[in-house]
Structure formats: structure tokens, C-alpha cells
């Protein structure tokens, strides 16, 4: 567990059992070196992390947060009957009429509180909330917090197309070309550009990043140069606003959207000429 964790950026969990319980709880069968009364720690961010890489890798998973009920043993003499502890489920007390929750995982400890990482979908798009220690008299606080979240976002953020396939990002259309027929060459996202917004918010309200292949901030190539060759990486980011991704921002690349040969043999040779003058003084 800390070494998957690690391979994901989370450098500052503690882990010191699977169950996640308090190993006072352990009878002894506790991580070597670990303190009678240790406990699994984890920020918000890292649950979110988590989640998300349990998302993207074992899809499936959702086929069984989403039921209510399950019957283990069916038709046998052990056969037990659960019903689920997320009540945001379609049909359960905290369920909402806007957007469909269909996971995630409740966890109640006496240090960490009440919490739940939660999922849900609404028109294609699905997002991860957590709630921590959300304690008090009411035992599904934990559900009515996340309802805020999720409901914050769904109302307030929306999905925007900043920049289609092959179209190109205002500020950074073109690159220059070191010994070229032409001095620049135009340049085009390799796929649609998305990003959430707050709703109201424009492509004036996103700034760019870019860094160039090689490093660096330049957006320049050598000829000859073909078309669909990756200059650098852009990533869109909400100004003035806290990042709502995961750690990374996306990244998109710029591609040289025509051909460019090397210049003529005399052009070259006047280049050369000028760069030499240009170096000696």
C-alpha cells in the first residue's frame, strides 16, 4: 500500500493497516514498529487520488457501490442480507433528484470521524468529492456535507470546449523555424481542448502554460519540418481561481500544423553569413 501510494505522488499518508482500523483494535497483529494506537492517515486530496485511480483502473467497481443491497451466500445456510451504509444511493434518505451518486466508500473511525468519498454523474460528467470527521447529532452529516459539495459543483461548474481538434490557441498559433523557407509555421491542438469552468466564465478567463519539448518556453523548430510534429505541451488554467484537478493539470499537445523544408542553399549561406557577424560581435 505506501509503495502503490508512493508510484501515485502521495508522499505524506501514513498506512499501517488494510482494514484502516486503529491498531488498538488488532490484537497484535500490528505493522512492525508502529505505535499501540496508530492509525491509517490520509488528507482529502489523497482519498480523492485514490478514488480516482480505483475509478480509472477497475471501472467495474461501480457495479457493486451502486447497489443497495446485496445478498451474500445466496441460498444457502449463511446467506446474509446487506444493505448499503451510503445513503446518497438512488432511493436511499439522502438521495438526490439532480444528479446520480453511485459510490464510493463510507469509513467511520473514532480519529477520523465520519467520512465518505463520494461519486456521482450528471450529463456525462462525474466527479469525486470527500468529506472528513464530519461529526455530530445527525449520522448522515457525512451525506448532507457531500450533498453541498456535489451540488456546489454541478450548479456553479460546467464543462467547456476551449479549443477544438486541430484548431489553434490564441497566443500560441504559430512557432518560428530556424533555417526554413518560411520564418514561422502554424500550430494546432492535437485533440479538443476541455475544461471546467465556473458557469459564466470564457476562454478570457483560462491562462496557458507551455513548456517546449526540449524544455524551455521557446516555440521554435529546425527545418525541415514535418507536419503533426509535437513543438510542446500546453495546460489550461482557471485564472485566479484554485486548481479542481488532481495533483497534475491536464496537458495537450502543439503540432506543426503544415511542412516546412530547409531553405534554399543560398538562403542558408546568407543565414550562416549573418549569424557568424551576429556571434563575433
Not at 482529502?44 to 461501480?62: E, G, H, S, W, Y
Not at 443491497?69 to 436511499?92: A, H, I, R, W, Y
Request: charged letters at 20%; hydrophobic letters at 35%; proline letters at 4%.
Amino acid at each position: 500500500m505506501r509503495q502503490q501510494v508512493s508510484q501515485w505522488g502521495i508522499q505524506d499518508a501514513k498506512l499501517y493497516s488494510v482494514s484502516g482500523l486503529n491498531n488498538e483494535y488488532l490484537t497484535g497483529a500490528m505493522y512492525p514498529g508502529s505505535a499501540k494506537d496508530a492509525e491509517n492517515e490520509m488528507s482529502a486530496v489523497d482519498m480523492a487520488i485514490v478514488a480516482q485511480k480505483l475509478l480509472t483502473d477497475f471501472p467495474d467497481v461501480l457495479t457493486t457501490t451502486k447497489q443497495a443491497t446485496f445478498t451474500f451466500g445466496s441460498k444457502t445456510s449463511d446467506e446474509t442480507k446487506f444493505t448499503t451504509f451510503n445513503l446518497m444511493l438512488p432511493g436511499q434518505k439522502n438521495a438526490s433528484t439532480d444528479y446520480i451518486v453511485d459510490g464510493l466508500k463510507t469509513g467511520t473511525t473514532d480519529k477520523a470521524g465520519d467520512c465518505f468519498t463520494g461519486t456521482a454523474t450528471k450529463e456525462g460528467q462525474r466527479i469525486i468529492t470527500v468529506v472528513l470527521h464530519a461529526n455530530g447529532s445527525d449520522t448522515g452529516r457525512r451525506f448532507i456535507e457531500t450533498g453541498k459539495l456535489m451540488t456546489d459543483v454541478f450548479d456553479n461548474w460546467a464543462p467547456q470546449t476551449l479549443v477544438k481538434p486541430q484548431a489553434s490557441i490564441a497566443g500560441y498559433e504559430k512557432a518560428t523555424v530556424k533555417y526554413g523557407r518560411q520564418a514561422t509555421v502554424p500550430l494546432v491542438a492535437n485533440q479538443a481542448i476541455m475544461l471546467w469552468l465556473p458557469k459564466g466564465a470564457t476562454s478570457k478567463n483560462v491562462d496557458w502554460q507551455y513548456q517546449a519539448v526540449k524544455g524551455g518556453t521557446k516555440r521554435q523548430v529546425q527545418a525541415p519540418i514535418k507536419k503533426g510534429t509535437t513543438v510542446g505541451q500546453v495546460s489550461p488554467q482557471i485564472a485566479g481561481t484554485t486548481t479542481r484537478f488532481l495533483k497534475t493539470q491536464p496537458t495537450y499537445s502543439l503540432k506543426t500544423q503544415k511542412t516546412d523544408p530547409k531553405a534554399n542553399v543560398f538562403v542558408l549561406i546568407g543565414i550562416g553569413v549573418k549569424e557568424f557577424f551576429t556571434d563575433l560581435f
